[in-house]
């Protein structure tokens, strides 16, 4: 080994003893370095004199000494995979210190930023896992502990996201007051509960919309649109979509709906206590507005109306009816975007309604004719 100095403060040192690992395998290799500040570069030797490797002091960069063995270094990325050296002489690791104070920064190289991108794209796929399959999931487990004064509150507060949304689309007054129609619609859908308790009281209101449409939000709200109504041959179709929004309620559909539209944050604010879930149910309610249910969601809406209807003397062919009715229909597109696209009627669907029909039993009327004239004239100014 041999020291020199180089100028008034730089010092430089030759054949100095090393192991040298060349980052492919575990083999080691005795080998001697040297290092010229003036040429600002570390040389690697083999054990007859040979050159090995040449390392520009500012590519130098400090490895972690896993071993105790003394200082290790590579050249370029703090990657496992590269070439290194380990000294162990201390004047040695001192001169290489003093001469490279940016041993220990970090070096982003490709190999580094290919791995990025695998772990990148690996938390991308946790992420998707989460929303699309995780979070809908746990929505249908999870719904169950939300009680139902908390599902109340998440209920108006999506009502209120709602509200937003027609008042925007909407010039004038988009909610229909009639109070003589209000009324009317109220003793319709209280006939339909019977037998029935729900843990909160059911509210329905009418917008002033011509789509054919209807749903219902967390905590009892039910939303008609005036166009439904308007395509309604007979008040007992509409009775019939009630019953099956009803169904909806009793079953939590609702709020299960709204813990997948405000995703993974609001499913966890919301099973834990904060009953708006903050800003997350920004989206629900426009979701809301369009959500598709599962067929056996359906199908369980279907029989909860088929019930309904009868315990309240209704004949269920009137949701067959209905259902035939929109098929008839489903070339305009403003039933398109309506109760069709989230509650796809069938043939199926209007066959099973009609073997409900009990043949030797009179059914009667959801509501006198008075009454079914004033819910058509609920939304007039």
Known sequence: MHWMSVGHSKVAF??????????????????????????????????????????PLETLRQLRDDAGGGLVLCSGAVDPGEARIVLSNARAISEIKAACPNLTKTTVTGRTWGKIGVWIGASVAAVALMIFVIVPALAEQLA?????????????????????????????DWHCTNSEGQMALEQMVQALQQGQEFPYPIQVGVVDN??????????????????????????EHLAAVLAHELGHVAQRDPIVQALRAAGTAG???????????????????????????????????????????????????????????????????????????SHPPSAE???????????????????SSQEWQAIQQICAK
Do not use: C
Request: glycine share 8%.
């Open 144 to 172: 169950v502990l939300i009680p139902p004064e908390r599902e109340a509150k998440v209920g108006s507060a999506v009502l209120r996201q709602i509200e937003r949304v027609f008042s925007e689309q909407e010039a004038g």
């Open 267 to 341: 499913l966890l604010s919301l099973v834990l206590g904060d009953a708006t879930g903050g800003t997350v149910l920004a989206l629900a309610g426009e979701t809301l507005i369009a959500a598709k249910n599962s067929r056996a969601v359906e199908a369980r809406a279907d029989d909860f109306a088929l019930a309904q209807l009868a315990k309240a003397g209704v004949s269920p062919e009137a949701l067959a009816e209905f259902f035939e009715l929109l098929l008839e229909e489903m070339g305009d597109p403003v039933f398109g975007m309506g109760w069709i696209s």
């Open 210 to 235: 011509e789509m054919v449409n209807a749903f219902a939000l967390p905590g009892g709200h039910i939303i008609v649109m005036r166009g439904l109504i308007e395509i309604a041959e007979a008040p």
């Open 14 to 55: 030759t054949w100095v003893d090393a192991r040298y690992f060349d980052g492919l395998s575990a083999q080691r290799r005795q080998v001697f370095v040297s290092l010229d500040v003036e040429s600002w570069r570390l040389t690697i030797h083999d054990s007859s004199g040979a050159e090995l490797d040449i390392w």
């Open 349 to 367: 669907r209007a066959a099973h309604a009609r073997e409900a029909v009990q043949t030797a039993r009179s059914y009667q009327k959801s509501v």
